[in-house]
């Protein structure tokens, strides 16, 4: 671990440090976009498939199949990227064989072109998510956006999906819809939120139109230099909140960084949609590689959609494994977090900040930046909950003698005991047990190592994790360790 520089170009008398690239990053993927086939027939004016990937392919049954047997705990597998999948020959298959990983499985399509046969087999196959994508409600303008299939089908196609999840009487997959806006389109969001909520949908993600690729269009009225324009930007918020008045039972989520408010760069990770500032680090994106991948229909694994020309590895020479921790990941994440890279210096997703002072504690808010690996965002309640392992970053200065954790710890549900094991530099402090039926609140210190570094990296590992949804709670899905109320050295 590096001592790092403070803005002034000195050496900061304050404690500071970037993380190691191994106490971000897991050991497997948890996150994947999975490009089961690269075929569309589609040609939506917004999108590069076509240019990137021509006539496309399907990717081989057998790729998938070693991709999914080697997966660790994955959260998400989105059986989408580029292509329409719909159309992949063993899409049900596919489907089955993510939700074996114990993955939420999920699916954006266009869903027009898909047939009856595909329809009844997603429902049967258990797939968790169904992301519509539409654009209009203007049966004409759909023609022009999709340049194939029509709206008529569309709806059609939509009705016979609720119709089967009834007939089967599956509650899955939860359907939303997916907008992406453009000028030629803002007023058509009001009618396509309308028809989401006829449809007992609870959400609407809006997405400003994108150009990264040499696409024909252009979008000058909506981009400038790859950013939003602040008059179209303008437009979008007002049409967003037209729709919000008007359909109110549905969540309408606009899904772009640079439609937030602006905040000056601290020492709290946050997005930065401008290039990134001297000496500001880069924590992490929607699509980092500390944890999530693509993985595209010819079997490259590449780091993100931005980077989707660079290949890190091949699935059909190399396992996920070795790709993963193998020397092009791991100099690119090397890269990312110093931002170096010039693709992630400019996204306008990324999550930046400048290194600040490291405290000796973590409670609600305070020290976010702290928190590395293996947490959960920060729910309804502003409980903070940390996954199977997690890691934070501490500053011991002066040197302490002790370690103190408070928070929760869930039952396990397979009958076993669960705990918390805390340890630091290879050695175990100790750990907080829970041989009960029920949640355990706990307060307790363990003594740091000898000689523990200035900056103390400590990881929590439970012996196992709680979901909500095997409890049936609620349908909170998410693997859940322990919650966290404060950390501090002592």
Known sequence: MEPIMSRAGEASPILCADPEPECLTAPLPTTLWVELTSKCPYDCIFCSRRTLRGDGEHMEPG???????????????????????????????????????????????ALSSISSRTLQGLVEAGLDRLTI???????????????HASLDLLQARAAELFRWKEALGSATPQVDFAFVAMNANLDQLLPVACYAESLGCRQLAVLPVIRRDPIPCRFETELEDGRLRSSFRQALLESVARARRQCARIAIEVQSPELEPHHELDGVPRYCTAALPESARIRTCEQNPWETAHVLANGDVVACEIRDREALGNLRQQSLAEIWQGAGYRAFRQHYLRGESPACRNCAWKMAYFPAAMGRRIAAAENAGQLLRGWHARDSSGTLWSKHDAWVMLGNRPPCRL????????????GGDNYIEASSEGITMGRIWNPAGEDVVFDTCFELPPASPLVLQVKLSTRTTFRPADARLNTDTRRLGFALFLMELL
């Open 133 to 147: 994508s539409l654009h209009t409600m203007d049966p004409a303008q759909y023609t022009e956006l999709y340049r």
């Open 63 to 109: 790729i998938f199949r070693s991709l999914t047997a080697a997966l660790v705990e994955p959260e998400i597998i989105r059986l989408n990227y580029s292509g329409e999948s719909a159309h992949c020959p063993y899409l049900a298959d596919a489907i089955r064989a993510s939700k074996a990983t114990g993955a939420q499985t999920e699916l954006v399509t």
């Open 403 to 414: 370690l103190r954790l408070k928070g929760l710890l869930p039952r396990s549900l397979d």
